[in-house]
């Protein structure tokens, strides 16, 4: 089995992983400012965490959650870093989904670096517009790139909100 904490170590903090982003720099940036993150989605005593994202940069979904939990633990004493997919299969295998591995995967874990959650790669209502278009994909009605444009417009309208909920909730049942 992987040790977490080591690939947490080895990862890149967020802020360079920004740097990493080129063109979609500028919607991160947008979906920070625009998330709408309320005073009590967290509680107070929130424990010290660290959140290792697997991901890669050009990956939409994260473009969109990413910033979003950025902004929701803005203030806290949570470190963020990133682990490029493609350059850890070995840590990417541990956390497949479906038997893909569909990104990004956010592990939180505590300050001993044992996993205590795992959130990705999309809200349930993100996966639901998803869902929603699949069909038409499959019988070649649809272009995959059609679909994203969708997700992102759902992200966008959005605001973060559903990300908050889903995340917050999942991760009150851990704390």
Same mark, same amino acid.
Request: include cysteine; proline fraction near 6%; aromatic fraction near 8%.
């Given at each position: 089995?992987?040790?977490?904490?080591?690939?947490?170590?080895?990862?890149?903090?967020?802020?360079?992983?920004?740097?990493?982003?080129?063109?979609?720099?500028?919607?991160?940036? &947008?979906?920070?400012? @625009?998330?709408?993150?309320?005073?009590?989605?967290? %509680?107070?005593?929130?424990? %010290?965490?660290?959140?290792?994202?697997?991901?890669?940069?050009?990956?939409?979904?994260?473009?969109?959650?990413?910033?979003?939990?950025?902004? &929701? /633990?803005?203030?806290?004493?949570?470190?963020?870093?990133? #682990? *490029?997919?493609?350059?850890?299969?070995? =840590?990417?295998?541990? /956390? &497949?989904?479906?038997?893909?591995?569909?990104?990004?995967?956010?592990?939180? =874990?505590?300050?001993?670096? @044992?996993?205590?959650?795992?959130?990705? %790669?999309?809200?349930?209502? #993100?996966? #639901?517009? *998803?869902?929603?278009?699949?069909? =038409? *994909?499959?019988?070649?009605?649809?272009?995959?790139?059609?679909?994203?444009?969708?997700? @992102?417009? *759902?992200?966008?309208?959005?605001?973060?909100?559903?990300?908050?909920?889903?995340?917050?909730?999942? &991760? #009150?049942?851990?704390?």
């Amino acid at each position: 089995m992987i040790n977490l904490k080591q690939e947490f170590e080895k990862a890149v903090p967020i802020e360079v992983y920004k740097t990493y982003l080129g063109e979609q720099r500028a919607l991160h940036d &947008l979906h920070y400012k @625009r998330a709408e993150i309320s005073a009590d989605a967290l %509680p107070e005593n929130l424990p %010290p965490l660290r959140i290792l994202i697997i991901t890669e940069p050009w990956c939409g979904d994260s473009t969109a959650i990413v910033p979003v939990l950025q902004k &929701l /633990f803005e203030g806290r004493d949570v470190v963020m870093r990133v #682990a *490029f997919r493609d350059e850890n299969p070995e =840590l990417m295998d541990q /956390f &497949l989904t479906n038997g893909g591995r569909s990104i990004p995967v956010i592990l939180i =874990l505590d300050e001993q670096g @044992r996993l205590r959650m795992r959130f990705g %790669p999309r809200p349930q209502k #993100a996966q #639901a517009v *998803f869902e929603q278009y699949k069909p =038409l *994909f499959e019988e070649g009605k649809m272009e995959r790139k059609e679909i994203s444009k969708k997700i @992102r417009a *759902f992200y966008s309208k959005d605001r973060g909100r559903a990300i908050v909920e889903e995340f917050t909730t999942k &991760l #009150a049942s851990v704390l």
